[in-house]
């Protein structure tokens, strides 16, 4: 008798439907901002897997987790905690403006635009805008800040309510936003009806390229459905008859990627969406072999972490985390770094202060409580925020404080 075939059903790709190859499984994750007031509380689990698709080369997140479950009434991600950031989107902003300079009666539109640290610089000018942003309370500052704010996420539904209330958008634009939304087909379907003629596209989300070269695996967690490069976002663009007419790399969020769009598919493509296309398949990101060593160096971090954690704590050394990242969520609960090595994690973002961190319960306690307590070691889980940490940080190096960073390799400095 031959044994009875069972059928196993295979990854698809979220944009084409193409079988997808897995990269690397975390295992069960908490969602990565679900900062919990006690304990006790119940928290949600998920499998954190991350694939590629060898037809449109995006590399995506295998399962994902329900929307409202991430961006609702308590969203903790509050964008003006960096001063880095706030300097960076006002450039965004001024960018715009240049942009849009002798339009008649020009038109703004922002996907997930948070508490409007870059609109609020648009709106500050009279110029028309809207922001769409589906959580409540950051929509709410935004508002606060004198921003139209629409509180949804951004589909077709939503770009077609848009254009009929206000007409179409010179500029629309997104920073990380655009990698969190798992139906990016109907995004894209959206920003063809929503954008002008003339209009432009711009978003940016952490490179792929950047991941990849780092072993930055901490920027994979539920929020970010999509690891965006060249080679997959121009192909996801053509297929809703846009282009991807430019690529400027930004130094935020620990290397991202500013993409910008026009509609059409016959626009002129500057030469460093060719030159970044020709890096990114010199790392083989468009074949499954450039990711076959991934899931090694990342097992290679965490165990050369965890070694030098223990070693400080054998020796009576005290350690806090600093920033209670989103990103943090996928290091801690998938290298097993909890109470055993971090006493507590020092943040600026009142929302999250006296809470608990996701999966490993470490209490989040303020920047001033970090100051007063002064412990030897910092695990810096705001890597990305290193310059600016640094210098804010000068009198706790000067008086012996030594922070410990992870990315390409374990330092104390
Ligand atoms: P962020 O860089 O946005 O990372 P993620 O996208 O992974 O959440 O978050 C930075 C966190 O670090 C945020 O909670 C604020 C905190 N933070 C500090 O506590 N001190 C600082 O000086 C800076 C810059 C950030």
Known sequence: MPSPIIEVPMDKCKICNHDIE???????????????????EEEFFYDLSVGFCPVCFMVQLISTVAPKKMFNESYHFISSTSLAMAEHFKRTAEEIIVRIAGRKSPFVVELGC???????????????HIGVEPSVNVADLARKRGINVTNEFFDVKSAKAIVNKYGQADVICGSNVMCHIE??????????????ENGILFFEDPYLLDIVKKTSFDQIYDEHVYYFSGLSVSRLAKRHN??????????????SMRYYIIKGSVGSISESVKDFISQEELMKLNKVEGYLKFKNKVNKICNDLKAVLLRIKQE?????????????????????IGLKFIDYISDTTPTKIDKYAPGTHIPIKSHEFFTFDNPQYALLFA???KAEIFKKEEIYRRKGGRFITYFPKVIIE
């Open 316 to 336: 009576g050394g005290r350690i806090a985390g600093y920033g209670a990242t989103s990103k943090s969520t996928t290091l801690l609960n998938y290298a097993g």
């Open 242 to 255: 846009l282009t991807l007419a430019n690529m400027i790399h930004q130094d935020v969020h620990g290397g």
């Open 183 to 196: 139906d990016i087909n109907s995004v894209f379907q959206g920003i063809d009806i929503l954008l002008k």
């Open 383 to 385: 890597w990305n925020h």
């Open 22 to 40: 897995i990269v690397m499984r975390f295992g069960k994750m908490p969602i990565a901002n679900g900062f919990i007031c006690n304990i006790d």
């Open 114 to 128: 948070n508490d409007g640290i870059m609109l609020g610089h648009i709106a500050d000018k009279g110029i028309m």
